[in-house]
């Protein structure tokens, strides 16, 4: 393949010059497009770490895989142009490829058996039985708490079952088009995927399994039905998840195996996706195991918080138990208020005090009823303690009572917030004077904080997508939907729910202010009106207070989600730009650290390429030739074809005047225009200076730093350099309109970061003005101005090349947000004429 | 306004095609079964066909060479989230206009289609 290539250069060399340069020049605007498509999917990426990862791992899966092509392809027409050359380049490519792989690679998903497991073995797998079935495990076998009798059915029958249908590839490409702010295109994703799931086969094996399991509990007398649950991995860890997936309750055994998959494809439901993504987690590091429990005839359920408040004032630390009638579906789902016992932190814990439910009705005497026995209590209190110990900090623990007064335990993990809690309710002990009326008073913290914003009242639970940003929510009930749109909330206020509520939990771990039980608050609060919502106190002022302005704000940073640093690794083979000095002898393939080094390099020995002298005779190229100019600026000119006049005299120099192209003339006339200053004395000094205190390492006259122009009568492209400035404009002036182009791209400049932007702006401003389609990333620019005809491309060429020459030095001079408005002012009033000319 | 036909095993995938394209006023069927598919080749003229390369039960490249038999003038653009040397050099060999990488923006889509629909005039 390698000889082959090398013979065919050889034999055109000798026998064709002509059709040499003729493909020469193919491969250079080959190498073009994929210089300008490598450098987009790196912006891209650079994009995705800023923002901190709001879309899937499969997206920057996707987005590597296109880069490595558009590189691996920028150096195929590079080696194209110049066989053989660039062998240590492809080599170095291959050594970032293999550490871009290896950083961002995921755990393989393992199909391998067991694909049930019996509660006792899940006490010793978490990553087979998810963190929900692990912890059921241990709680069973480490501490006997009674649990209900069941089985796992794996993670690796999860991974079996996308193997055997082929979903991965699938899955992958819809994931990688979610956006978190874009909710009505992730609902779309989402159907798609959770259709996917539920038209998928159940492979034999899992099949076989899961029915063996339930048929030999039939054999021992447990006759279900069955409660299935999700059990993923991550869940109940680092991050709840809570209520983000299904549960399906009172499961037939017939009915068994489309409940197993109704859990499954739970995990893409939107409500699961957006909190996934907003954790940073990829879908291949939460597989999910499901867990099939035998189903309690409840008479009560419920939640122990192992370490809580009984109100925000009271500084010791009490166990609460929050119990309903019937199941527990709607305590965690926030439709309604439970009754709660508080109880000593003790092994033997002692009754501290018990509120009834306000929503039960009183018994005949006029009593508040209490469902749970004080001596149910006591024992549900004293099994918490003993899970808080296992479970290594306050626990999140639901449980039931069967009609027969036996007690069960259903789930045990991390109690979110408890910590947060204490130390925001320490410092509130006094109100502080506040002026604002006060809208409403009374109810119990969900999740402290103080937030602002204007009151939008919800009053059905899927009505979410008309809530705008910055809202305080204002609802009857808490549902864990509401997760889906938390970005967008700055507090939540509900008449009924609880701390127990699942969207309580996700509130405390994003640290967004939720109060729960402040009845008729939704009555009380008109959608519309500004209102201050201080969890801590329960209270609902009007307008925004200012003296609780310092603690209100945007939900606290959170931890560094795990994509994030996977990330990081893998940018740092990706986006560093080392390579900057191509007269350095630094600059070489063995140099690049990053594929952005790498599209630097291979760019500028393209441009070397088509430059080179092949054959010092001038035989096939056209000797380049440097532009004579009075301007402190080196600029090269290659002719391809007419695009320099035949009278021009021969030589290693050409007088700007027998330049035939008429894009590079009109470029030039813009750069050369009389308002712009090129301060030549001054600009010649410092490079000389320059040049001296560098002990000739850089040379004004380099050609490695000068500018170039590979021009034809109506083709151009032109690396624009003058000191940190770095533009790249290609363009296109024919006689038909529809073929015209000019692309426009410009990066970097000296001065910081925030001088580069503004400039970036009004570079933005004024092409906008001037009908470009503009897109800005960072301090990179990109501009199309397309299917014109050519007067109005040339007219165009000759403002960006005024606009060069003016703003090139700007990056040092703006210092203002009202001097890129003034300075995009004054020109559009100058240089309107010349747009219409 | 063309004909256009797109092949994608994820139905999503397809239809975002489709919306970018009926913009520009063409008309655009999409498909995820690679038979149906190919009965609407040999039942309609289609002047541009969109294919993935991952299908359900065929590869990309099997329905190019099946396309390029029936209707030999429709112009094909493959269009993969998984690019590889060979599949590409497969997909030119068979007469393939067009070999595109996902994920693929708007601009260039259309773009991609405008120079297939000239090709062909």
């Excluded at chain 1, 429990?293 to 409840?298: G, H, K, W």
């Excluded at chain 1, 626990?395 to 947060?420: V, Y």
């Excluded at chain 1, 008109?526 to 801590?536: E, F, R």
């Amino acid at each position: 393949m390698y000889l082959k290539r090398l013979f065919k250069h050889w034999t055109l060399q000798v026998f064709t010059p002509g059709k040499l340069l003729r493909l020469k020049y193919e491969a250079f605007k080959e190498l073009l497009q994929h210089d300008k498509k490598s450098l987009e999917l790196i912006t891209d990426l650079e994009e995705i770490l800023h923002e901190c990862m709001s879309v899937d791992w499969a997206r920057v899966e996707s987005l590597l895989r296109a880069l490595r092509w558009s590189v691996g392809s920028l150096i195929r027409s590079l080696v194209a142009m110049h066989p053989a050359a660039y062998w240590e380049l492809e080599e170095q490519f291959h050594r970032l490829e293999l550490a871009i792989v290896n950083a961002a690679s995921l755990p393989e998903e393992d199909c391998l058996p067991p694909y049930t497991l019996t509660l006792a073995e899940a006490a010793a797998a978490p990553d087979l039985a998810g963190g929900k079935a692990h912890m059921l495990g241990r709680m069973h076998q480490e501490v006997g708490v009674p649990v209900p009798p069941g089985f796992v059915v794996t993670t690796h029958s999860f991974s079996l079952f996308l193997q055997y249908n082929h979903l991965r590839h699938r899955l992958d490409e819809l994931l990688a088009q979610a956006r978190l702010n874009q909710s009505e295109r992730l609902e779309e994703i989402s159907r798609e995927m959770e259709a996917l799931i539920l038209e998928g086969d159940l492979p034999p094996k899992v099949r076989e399994e899961l029915t063996r399991r339930i048929e030999e509990y039939q054999r021992q007398g447990v006759q279900g039905p069955w409660v299935v649950r999700s059990s993923a991995v991550s869940e109940d860890g680092e991050v709840s998840f809570a209520g983000q997936y299904t549960s399906v309750l009172n499961i037939s055994a017939p009915e068994a195996l489309d409940a197993y998959k109704r859990v499954l494809a739970s995990k893409y439901s939107p409500r699961a996706l957006t909190y996934r993504l907003r954790c940073g987690l990829a879908d291949q590091e939460t597989p999910m195991a499901v867990l099939f429990l035998e189903m309690i005839d409840a008479k009560l359920s419920g939640v122990v918080y192992t370490r809580e408040s009984e109100s925000a004032a009271r500084k010791e630390k009490c166990l609460a138990i929050y119990a309903i009638p019937g199941l527990g579906q709607h305590l965690v789902d926030g439709s309604t208020i439970p009754e709660v016992h508080y109880l000593t932190r003790e092994t033997n814990p002692k009754p501290v005090q018990s509120a009834a439910s306000p929503l039960c009705p009183l018994e005949p005497e006029g009593k508040a009823r209490i469902c749970l026995t004080a001596e149910a209590a006591v024992r549900l209190a004293g099994w918490g303690m003993t899970l808080e110990k296992l479970g290594g900090g306050p626990q999140d623990i639901e449980w039931c009572q069967d009609k027969k007064g036996e007690l069960f335990f259903l789930q045990s993990r991390p109690l979110r917030g408890s910590s947060e809690f204490a130390e925001g309710s320490q410092e509130q002990g006094e109100t502080p004077e506040i002026a604002n009326p006060l809208l409403h008073e009374g109810g119990v913290t969900a999740s402290p904080g103080v937030g602002m914003g204007k009151v939008w009242v919800v009053r059905q639970e899927h009505d979410l997508k008309g809530v705008p940003e910055a809202a305080v929510l204002v609802s009857p009930t808490l549902p864990p939907t509401f997760a889906s749109i938390i970005e967008r909330l700055r507090a939540v206020v509900a008449d009924g729910g609880s701390r127990a509520s699942h969207f309580a939990a996700v509130a405390r771990e994003y640290g967004l202010p939720v109060m729960v039980g402040a009845i008729e608050a939704s009555r009380r609060l008109s959608p519309g009106q500004t209102v201050t919502v201080d969890a801590n106190r329960c209270r609902v002022y009007e307008g925004e207070v200012e003296s609780l302005k310092a603690q209100a704000g945007p939900a606290r940073a959170r931890p560094e989600p795990p994509c994030a640093a996977r990330m990081r690794a893998l940018m740092a083979f990706i986006s560093p730009l080392r390579l900057t000095d191509p007269t350095s002898t630094e600059f070489t393939p063995q140099q690049c650290r990053s594929l952005h080094d790498v599209v630097r390099f291979a760019h500028e020995k393209g441009m070397a390429e088509m430059f080179s002298l092949v054959g010092r005779s001038g035989r096939g190229l056209a000797q380049a030739r440097r532009l004579a100019t009075e301007l402190p600026l080196v600029m090269y000119v290659l002719d391809l074809e007419g695009a320099i006049s035949p009278a021009a005299p021969k030589g290693k120099t050409i007088e700007p005047e027998y330049i035939t192209s008429e894009p590079m003339r009109a470029c030039w006339e813009g750069l050369t225009h009389p308002d712009v200053v090129w301060h030549k004395g001054l600009i010649h000094m410092d490079w000389e200076e320059l040049d001296r205190i560098s002990a000739g390492l850089v040379n004004l006259n380099s050609k490695a730093l000068a500018s170039y122009a590979v021009m034809s009568s109506n083709y151009l492209h032109l690396i624009l350099r003058f000191g940190y400035h770095f533009a790249v404009l290609d363009t296109l002036c024919s006689e038909e309109p529809e073929a015209n182009y000019i692309s426009f791209r410009f990066k970097g400049g000296g001065g910081n970061f925030q001088n580069r932007l503004w400039r970036v702006e009004l570079i933005k401003r004024i092409l906008e003005w001037a009908d470009f389609t503009v897109k800005t990333r960072g301090d990179l620019l990109d501009a199309r101005f397309e299917r014109r005809e050519a007067r109005q491309i040339l007219s165009r060429l000759m403002i960006l090349g005024i606009l060069q020459g003016k703003t090139r030095l700007l990056d040092m001079a703006l210092t203002s947000e009202d001097q890129v408005t003034e300075m995009t002012d004054a020109f559009q009033e100058r240089y309107v004429g010349y747009l219409y000319s | 306004m063309a004909d256009i036909l797109v092949l994608d095993d994820v139905l999503d995938a397809g239809i975002m095609i489709k919306r970018i394209l009926e913009r520009k006023g063409h008309r655009v069927v999409v498909y995820t079964e690679e038979e149906e598919a190919l009965a609407h080749v040999r039942a309609h003229a289609v002047e541009v066909a969109i294919l993935d390369i991952r299908l359900k039960r065929l590869s990309g490249v099997d329905m190019l060479e099946e396309i390029k038999k029936v209707s030999p003038h429709t112009r094909v653009i493959m269009l993969t989230g998984y690019p590889t040397l060979e599949t590409a050099r497969q997909a030119q060999e068979l007469g393939a206009f067009d070999y595109c990488i996902k994920p693929i923006d708007k601009e260039e889509l259309e773009e991609k289609v405008a120079s297939a629909l000239e090709a062909k005039t």
